[in-house]
DNA sequence: AACATATCATCCGAAACAGATCATTGTCAA
DNA sequence: TTGACAATGATCTGTTTCGGATGATATGTT
């Protein structure tokens, strides 16, 4: 039965959620997303509807429809699912990511950067916050490293980018001057 | 004539695009984004054929047509083009970037760290160094500031996550452990 | 019961996507 | 000069994805 699909990135969050939570409804599925890989892999929940039924025609997983009421579907992971799962995780990805930021295409296009600066600041630092909660709560509790790891990567880009729209909104504090930034001092 | 469809962000940058370069063939327009834009919001290029044509029917762009040979279709700009795309510049985007990193996705996931950070390690390099290459080649000459700055972000980024990378590649360097992230250590 | 408000599930048209394919032009060797 | 082949440029096509709209159930309140 196996195999039918491509499977695609929404594909393998749908399968590794199951595989941490057991099975699953996709207002479950939905949950989960947005409580974590949400923050840098976002999905309309549709989705959440659409791929688990591919997925079943494929064998990946089971689906099993309540009779009555909102009649649900519970997904369960098979074999077959958690095999190709495990396989995409063991995989090289030498891919870069891709970013799309409007107000980054804003900026290039010479939008006016005290304007530009002083909203994204505002909306980055309550992110930042939001992580670095996040994360101090993260740090108490035991368990796989990734979740925490991920967090960690995610903070350094929102702090970089709190720093570079702070620079743009402030021009001549602290660095006189958003200079060409030159070669890293570590991770040489 | 304008304003029947919904303004996309491709649709900005062709019109942006057109706006800095003048008329153009989507064969120019894909040669620019992918020496501009395309770093940070890649597109098919099949898009730059499908899109102008969409603008044309609306009113923002006009389309002429070779009448023989390769009949590249030529457009321009139109006044309501302009209008819609500096009304666009100028409108406030409190929204977030939108990051989608597969390596991340794997991490979070809890791949094997070392494989997936050598990997990442070396393409972000690379990714960075040419940035960089670029960013000393733009300081050079003077134009908007907006290309330069939207670069520094970029290279900002880049190095972030090259550190990232770099220290799960090689634990317990300089920095003796990936530790929570406190406030940044330069540049704030 | 009647109503309001969450919660949950599905659908749908419009775009985006990735890539295959087709058509023209340039080039160089026979 | 022609014919082969590569490079360039344009278009087409089938699938997914997007992002709401819509509608149905459940829960709580009076």
Redesign the interface.
Known sequence: MTGEIELT?TS??VL?LLSFSGPATPYDLKQMVTA??GH???LPHSQLYAEPTRLARAGYVTENQEKSGRRRKLYTLTEPGRDA?NE???T??????????????????????G??AA??L???RK?LDEYETL??LM?GQKG????R??L??????E???V??WAE?AHPGK??PA?R??R?????G
């Not at 796989?144 to 979740?147: L, T």
């Not at 070669?183 to 991770?187: D, H, K, L, Q």
């Open positions: 990135p393998y969050i590794g974590t890989v840098f892999w976002s799962f995409w995780l063991s090289l990805t030498p891919e870069l990511y891709m970013l799309r930021d409007l107000a980054l295409l804003k900026l290039f296009f010479g939008a006016d950067i304007e530009l909203v994204q505002e909306t980055h992110r994360h101090t740090a796989p490293a990734g979740p790891l991920s960690e990567l995610g903070i350094r880009h702090r970089e980018t720093n570079f743009q602290k660095k958003p060409p930034p070669a890293s001092p570590r991770s």
